[in-house]
């Protein structure tokens, strides 16, 4: 085999790993599993919006036990690019709950941790200028507990 085949072969592995990552990763956060969707953190991974570690993984804890009902995930038009220990996964991300839903383009880096073998997220976050229309939408009735919910999850505590 040539190099150049060797390669190839190597980045569609690496693809293969990541993509098996991520969609571990989602079906953790559909079937609410708050230890396997934490797990595919790295210890390093530093939150958005200026949270502690801890903070936002209270919060996650929060949100994914405290929901009522199931969360529907769905990630269209993924895109993995590695290069080397390190990967990009973005992807357009349709939410729902029973309180909120949106509609977002999401990138997930990740780095490749030799310890475990595993590729682990670093950082997270919504695409600014995503190519598809930002939709987020309170599902629950106006007056009700889990619209309170909604609009927590909406504005990101």
Partial sequence: MTSGAQDTQNTDEAKQAIQSAVNAWADAWRNKN????????????????????????????????????DISLVLEDVVVTPNGNQASVQFFQKYTSKVFSDEVTKQLDLQFDAATQ????????????????????????????????????????
């Fill in 34 to 69: 708050i230890n396997l969707y934490l797990d595919a953190y790295a210890s390093g991974f530093k939150p958005e919006n200026g949270l502690s570690k801890s903070a936002w993984k209270a919060q996650r804890k929060q949100r994914l036990a405290g929901k009522r009902g």
């Fill in 118 to 157: 595993r590729w682990l997220i670093v950082r997270e976050f919504v695409v600014a200028n995503g190519q598809r229309a930002n939709a987020q939408k309170i599902l629950a009735p106006e007056e009700s507990s889990e619209h309170l919910d909604g609009v927590i999850e909406k504005i990101g505590f």
